[in-house]
């Protein structure tokens, strides 16, 4: 009974090691991969020794993945749903996260905001980067 256990346990060690390599996972279920290569790689990894009962575990976690699933896709549906927009002429500036620094930059907003001007301020616990057009005196 205790041989059950095992190779469950390594058929689980299997498939949580193939969820956690998404390219890994792409490729067993599309079929693009040598399994006995894989079973190795698993083997060396998780520090395993049965290299056959790695390989059916392989295979038969495959047989289970669908290609619905498939993170290709789930990347293309974000992608789909994504605008990119490209700049030139940007400046970055970065500076001290202070209040005498936040005062200054009252100015420069007043500014970037009547000239129709695109920006981006980003705040962190130590420092504040401004994102704007290069035009900006």
């Known amino acids: ?78 992608l789909k749903n994504s605008c990119l927009e490209m700049r030139t002429k940007t400046c970055i500036v970065t500076a001290k996260n202070d209040w005498t620094v936040l005062n200054k930059m009252d100015y420069l907003f007043k500014d970037l905001w009547n000239q129709n001007s695109i920006m981006q301020v980003v705040q962190s616990a130590s420092a504040i980067t401004i994102i704007a057009d290069k035009s900006m005196k």
């Open 1 to 78: 009974m205790s041989k059950t256990t095992a190779k469950e346990s390594l058929a689980e060690k299997t498939r949580i090691y193939i969820d956690a390599h998404p390219s890994i996972k792409d490729c067993v279920s599309k079929g693009l991969i040598n399994y006995s290569s894989l079973a190795r790689i698993i083997m060396r990894d998780l520090e395993l020794d049965n290299e056959e009962a790695v390989m059916i575990a392989c295979r038969r976690y495959a047989s289970k993945l669908s290609t619905t699933t498939d993170h290709e896709l789930n990347i293309l549906k974000i």
